[in-house]
């Protein structure tokens, strides 16, 4: 089993930013990829970011140029670093390790951007 605990959520004004961390319990190069999902109130869950096992890296239209998707393996976390943030960030951010055989999730993390 594969524990994902995320940290970094909270409240912040339009214009900020927040660093988001998702801490493995094993090696997160073992996995295809790992990524940022989230989820707002009556929206379904999507995809923010995610990062390949071999680095390559893929965003939401809706945060490219403002979200940054990073990784330490040395330490097993990925973060998602996210400047000028926007109200319509507001969602509970969720971490992903996707294998080859597996998923799993983290419990989440609340973000809201407000005023």
């Known amino acids: 089993q594969v524990q994902l605990v995320e940290s970094g959520g909270g409240l912040v004004q339009p214009g900020g930013s927040l660093r988001l961390s998702c801490a493995a319990s094993?090696?997160?190069?073992?996995?295809?990829?790992m990524g940022w999902y989230r989820q707002a109130p009556g929206k379904e869950r999507e995809l923010v970011a995610d990062?390949?096992?071999?680095?390559?890296?893929n965003y939401a239209d809706s945060v490219k140029g403002r979200f940054t998707i990073s990784r330490e393996a040395a330490k097993n976390t990925v973060y998602l670093q996210m400047n000028n943030m926007k109200p319509e960030d507001t969602a509970v951010y969720s971490c992903?390790?996707?294998?080859?055989?597996?998923?799993?999730w983290g419990q989440g993390t609340q973000v809201t951007v407000s005023s």
């Open positions: 992903l390790a996707s294998g080859l055989v597996s998923d799993y």
């Open positions: 094993r090696s997160i190069l073992r996995f295809n990829r």
């Open positions: 990062i390949s096992n071999v680095g390559s890296v």
